[in-house]
Each structure stands twice: as C-alpha cells, then as structure tokens.
C-alpha cells in the first residue's frame, strides 16, 4: 500500500514495462540469488567486508528472538509428556493425535481451510474486478470510492462485533460457515483493491489496446492480456487473504458457537483457556495453526517486499 | 492520501466506436459486488451501531430492552472506572508499543537491507512471525513465559533470574510482558514496509554520498530518513490503528488481566459482546472508541503533513 501512496499523478504506469532498471535493482536482485559471485563482482559500499559484524551481530541476536519462540513451541508439541529435554531426543506424536481427534482440531482445521480457501476465491476475484474498474476507468464516484476504501481502514473489526451479529442473526447465518466468509471478505477487500488495482495499474494499456485493435472484446483482452501477468499480484492478494481469513479470532469467537463450526484460532483458545492448560496439547495445537500459514508465507514472502515496491513505489 | 488518477480513457479508434452507454455503465458494474459488500456488511453497521448504543439491548434479557436515551453514555462517562482506566491503558499501549515497533523495524529494515550471503533466507525468517495469529502468538508465548516448564525455568537453572515467577499474573511484570509479546509480532510489520521502501533509493545516491566522505549514520540521516517520511508516517498511523483494535491478542494472553491491568477499549468492547452479551452498552463503547479513533488519525495526519511531498 506504501507503493500506492507514491505513485505521482501523471507518471505514466510504464513500470512493468521491460524498460531499462536502474543498475541496483537488478544487482540487488542478482545478490539475493548467488550472492557469492555478484560479491566479487561488486564494488558497492554495502558490500565493503569490514561492515559485515555489525550487521550480523544485531542480526544474529534478532533472529534469536524470532525463532526460540517458534523452536520451543516445536519442543514441546514433539516431546512425550513429562519430558523437559530442551534437545529432545525422543520424539513423539501423543500430542497430535490429543488434538486432532480428541480436541476436535480435525474438524476446526477443515472449517479454517473452506472459510479460508472460499475467502481467497471471492476475494480475489472481486479485488480483480474492481481493481480493474479503478485502474482503467475513469467514472463518476472513483475519488469517493477510493476515499471510502482508504477509511475502512480505520474501522476496528472488534467494533463490528455487535451490529454484524445482529445482521448475520437476522439473515439465519450464525452458526454459518459462510457469515466468516462474508465478514473476512469485506474487511479484505478495501486493501486488495487498492493493491489489485495498484498492479493493473503497472500493466502498460498499450498491450491491451493492441489486443482491441486485432478485434478482441474488452473481456476477452483482459483474460489474454492482463490475467496472466497479474499472476504475482494474484499470489500476493490471495495469499495476504488467505492468511487474514485463517488467523481471524473474533468473528469465529462471536458468530460461531456450535463447537463443530469453530476455527483453528477458536479451537486453539479453548485449549488455551483450560484451567489446567496441557502444554503438549497447546504446542501441538499451534503447530497445526502455524503449519498452512508458514507454507503460504513461504511462497508469499519474496513477494512481500518486491511486490511492494514494485506495485507501488515504482509507479 | 491521493491514489494515482485514472488513466485518461482510451482513446483509440476501437473504443471510441464502442456504445458510450455501455461503456459508462461497465465501472460500476465491475465495482458493484465490492460496493455492496462494503456498504452492507460495513457501512450500514456503523449506524446500526449508533442506534444500538441509545439502547438498553442484552441479548440474553429481551424481557428488558428499551430506548433508553443517552444513558449508556451517562454510566459509561460517570460511574464505569474501568472505562476510563482501560482509556488510559490504551494509550500506553498503543504508544509504547508503535514507538518500540518503528525503532526495531527500521533497525531490522536496514539489517537485512544490507548484503550478506544468505540475506533472503535471513529475511523470511525474521518476518515470519508477520504472518503469524495472536492466539497463536499467544499460545506460544504462554508456552515460553510459564513458570514451570517456560523459558525463565531453564535461565534460572544457569544462574539468570529467578524460578517461578509467572510473568503474566504479577502486576508488576505482566506489561512488559505482553509488550515484548505483540513486539514479536509486529516488529516484522514495520520492517516489510519501510525495506520495501528502503529499496527504491537508488544506490548510486548512497555511493555519491560515499564518495564525499559520508559515514554510515550521514548516509542513514540525510538519504534514508527523509526518503522513508511518508512511509512512516503512514505505516506508524496503520499500525497505531492496528494496535489500537488489536484484541485477539490480550483478550487470550491476559484477557485484560490481572485486575484490568491490560484492559484495551476495544477489548472492553469485545468481553461486553462476546461474553457478556451487553449489545446496548458494547455499543455505547464502540461508539465513543470509534470516535476518539477517528480524532486522532485526523491530529496525527494534521500534525506530520501527511503527503505534503506529493502532488
């Protein structure tokens, strides 16, 4: 959304178009891939060997902080009850089958995966739609809309709580899979349109306009055309979706009270609320939680950054 | 905040042949579902949630609703302290937390902005956590913080603190707790937007810099900083929002405890929804955080000129 904010009015969207990048960014990028070569190749002050303790210091300490916390809850999800081995030498799967039969997790991980899997789909193609709309058109109402999209932002979902409740309850939708459905696409789409309509923006209209010219619909020009080079935006906005719908709490919490409809979140903070907690079963629990996200993340997060800056900031 | 304008229309022979009725209708079509969605599920609750607050409305007491004026407001203002500590928590919390975010994500942003052999993994690893729940968070820090199998068992078996102490129950050590917990969380946050940011200046401006003797921390005060203003000031603003609504967290890590120690308005709002079912007074709630809310979003872009670079 950074990038979306810096696009000037009246730079011409040619970014995605193969014109010559400036040197860093293809050196940066050539860095990340083989980092050996391109370090003997280069001259840049950043790769100037003196600096790198200071860098991989700091680094080194942060990355502590993020991964014992992941690395304990893998201890304790993998250890046998009883055992307090930090180096676990005996490895056990007791705690997941608690939690997947017994605590019901089977069940709450489908419910995630439909509501989660159903939000990606609407939202993705709503986002491609509208985002369209917004890219390529100019029409009566686009300042407002757009100004309307940027203020949801500010509108708390804790608040929603209340009146979407008393709608879904009226529209016979509570205990429902689909009012998460509803609820998480709503509060998805605002920022998937305006980074959807960030990437269409990016797409030269020169393309399309040659496909018009050879006689193609406007329809038929976007799914030839446009459709498969917004296959990154698509990963990106499905993804950032997708991970929304999955860790959403509070409306699973409120709209979900048959036990066989809660979500892994939900499931997970009944574990969490027991009054004599099982460690095992809680770390199990989150590993089951974490599991879809981390391979999602792991497809998603090169897109994180480039896909920022490059749907946006180079706009 | 101005989105970039839209593309002039086509004006090849093509399009221009095509019926201007249809074509005029074609953008609202194609915005139609995310426009309904958004004023059903969005906008029309924001009123609702007006009415409902002039309410006296428990879901479990029908026998008892009633139009009961501006007397929600009434309790609520005069004779409900924890509304007023909680107003006082969520400042704190919202400061301390988006303060110590910002400094760490642009710490780590120019970390891994550096080149090291192995920087893209170093990279998804340190913003996984971005990606991660708050009931997980939560789930996982409970796991570290417990007395007797958490982390501080282990460090006060090598001589570092003491045993037994549970972090999450003591007055005195429970805010740096959850602080440290939603810092792990939302650090990564911060860094993903301003590396992305942090990317588009253009190398040669630091190399020039080199050239005419600027250190490291030159290069960072006069190239980095004033590049990133916007991004801060956009990202601080998201994440205080964020922060400000951030519920799932606290409502399972401490659930606002102990004695409402850590009690948020919003999380106020979500224990009278969710477990008390008080939908008259939550909404009285929602209504007054919607609007200090609002206010200062409204100061906060005032003061920092947001944009004032653009157009």
Partial sequence: ?315 | MTLAVARPEPTSRVSRARSGHSRRRTPYILIAPAAALMSVFLIYPIGSVVYYSLQRYNVTQPWDDAFVGLENFRTLLFHDPVFWSSLGFTAKWVGVEVGLQLVFGLGLALLVNESFIGRGFARALVFSPWAVSGVLTTGIWVLLYNPTTGIFRYLADVGIGHQGTAVLAEPSTVFPAVVITELWRGVPFFAILLLADLQSISGELYDAAAVDGAGRLQRFRYISLPHLRDVIVLATLLRAVWEFNNVDLLYTLTGGGPAQQTMTLPLYVAQKAIDAHDFGYGSALTVIAFVILLFFSILYLKVSKFGRGME
């Avoid at chain 1, 307090?84 to 489908?110: D, K, M, Q």
């Avoid at chain 1, 804790?158 to 979407?164: D, E, H, T, V, Y």
């Fill in chain 1, 1 to 315: 959304m950074s990038s979306d904010l810096h696009s000037e009015p009246g730079v011409s969207p040619q970014a995605g178009a193969p014109t010559p990048r400036p040197e860093t960014e293809s050196e940066d990028r050539r860095h990340s891939l083989r980092p050996r070569r391109s370090r003997r190749r280069s001259r840049r002050w950043s790769l100037n060997p003196r600096n790198r303790p200071e860098v991989i210091g700091p680094l080194v300490l942060y990355l502590l902080f993020t991964l014992v916390p992941f690395y304990w809850m893998l201890v304790f999800a993998f250890r046998p009850t009883g055992s307090t081995a930090i180096l676990p030498t005996h490895l056990t799967l007791e705690h997941f089958r608690t939690v997947w039969t017994g605590l019901g997790f089977g069940v709450f991980f489908r419910n995630s995966l439909l509501v989660g899997v159903a939000t990606l789909v609407v939202v993705s193609v709503f986002a491609l739609s509208g985002g369209y709309a917004l890219a390529r058109y100019g029409f009566r109402g686009r300042k407002l809309f757009l100004l309307a999209l940027l203020c949801t932002q500010f509108i708390p979902g804790a608040m929603m709580l209340i009146p979407l409740f008393e709608i879904f309850r009226q529209l016979h939708l509570v205990n429902n899979l689909w009012a998460l459905v509803i609820a998480e696409t709503t509060f998805q789409l605002p920022l998937s349109l305006i980074l959807m309509s960030g990437f269409i923006r990016n797409i030269p209209i020169d393309l399309e306009e040659a496909a018009w010219v050879d006689g193609c619909s406007r329809f038929r020009g976007f799914l030839a055309i446009v459709l498969p080079l917004l296959r990154p935006a698509l990963v990106a906005v499905g993804s950032f979706a997708f991970i929304g719908s999955w860790n959403n709490f509070l409306f699973a919490l409120m709209f979900m009270s048959d036990q066989s409809k809660f979500t892994i979140p939900v499931g997970l903070s009944y574990t969490l609320g027991e009054f004599d907690v099982d460690f095992g079963a809680l770390a199990a629990g989150g590993v089951v939680a974490a599991v879809p996200v981390v391979l999602v993340f792991a497809v998603v997060q090169r897109y994180l950054v480039t896909g920022l800056s490059a749907g946006a900031v180079k706009g």
